[in-house]
């Protein structure tokens, strides 16, 4: 589920909380709104958080080394 979808989840969830006044038998809409809310709140840290430690970039370092024998004979190739 991406970020998109969470942002539904909290949406939606939100307007069977606060904008409803729907009474259906045996399901309490606000607390399936609280609930898809909480769901899309979790969603949204955990991509968050995903997205977070794609970002990360690790430089580019090259480490060259140099022994005595490379420099002895030109750096090893050939000359």
Partial sequence: MGLG????????GAI?????????????????????????LIGV???SSMARRRRVVI??????VEDEESRRYGGG???
């Fill in 45 to 47: 840290v955990t991509f």
């Fill in 5 to 12: 979808g969470c942002i539904i989840l909290i949406a939606v």
């Fill in 16 to 40: 069977l909380t606060f904008a409803t006044d729907w009474h259906m038998q045996g399901v309490n809409l606000d607390l399936v709104g609280v609930i898809l809310m909480a769901v899309g």
């Fill in 59 to 64: 430089p580019n370092q090259t480490t060259v």
């Fill in 77 to 79: 190739y050939g000359v």
